[in-house]
């Protein structure tokens, strides 16, 4: 499916959160990889949005280590992850 002004991101901190921030970060997907960085993945449906949750990051003081836009819809984008 294709969304001209949203998409799936994913965005990389370097600080290590749980699961339970999900619902903090509008039920996004919130997983810790083995080098401590958390991966915060889900549906962004425009720019303003984005920003939003960009400043939801910068407000809890984590170091941004990455944003990406993802292609793929639904689901499948978790377990491919942004090459595959």
Do not use: C
Not at 21 to 37: A, C, K, L
Not at 38 to 58: C, E, M, N, P, W
Request: proline content about 4%; glycine content about 10%.
């Amino acid at each position: 499916m294709n969304h001209p002004r949203g998409g799936v991101y994913e965005l990389v901190v370097r600080e290590p959160l749980d699961a339970s921030w999900s619902e903090w970060f509008d039920g996004f997907t919130i997983t810790v990889s083995e080098n401590r960085e958390t991966k915060i993945v889900g549906f962004v449906t425009d720019q303003t949005a984005l920003h939003g949750l960009l400043a939801r990051i910068r407000d809890l003081n984590l170091t941004v280590v990455s944003v990406a836009r993802i292609e793929g819809d639904g689901e499948p984008w978790l377990e491919k992850g942004r090459d595959g």
